[in-house]
């Protein structure tokens, strides 16, 4: 049964994207892109320990699971309670 409160478009037609971004000129686009390039390696720049920190407790927190789910089996459809990392 169908939700008549749901959009009646196709989600996959669109960008998955919230912001609606504005029609700019070329120029406008190749600045805007070189300063968010810009941007990312700063901050990767600046917190390139913290993200290294981060991936490597992520990582040991998912070993520990998997450690865990082969002490003690699960329903083999049943999930680990985390998204698998994008990186």
Avoid: V, W
Avoid at 18 to 28: C, K
Avoid at 38 to 61: M, V
């Amino acid at each position: 049964m169908s939700d008549t409160n749901e959009p009646g478009y196709d989600i996959s037609d669109r960008p998955c994207l919230i912001l609606e971004l504005p029609i700019i000129s070329d120029e406008a686009a190749l600045q805007l892109s070189e300063l968010l390039q810009k941007l990312a390696e700063h901050f990767d720049d600046n917190y390139s320990r913290q993200i290294l920190r981060a991936h490597r407790a992520r990582e040991e927190e998912y070993e520990r699971l998997y450690r865990e789910r082969e002490q003690h089996p699960l329903n083999p459809q049943q999930q680990l309670p985390f998204e698998p990392d994008p990186f």
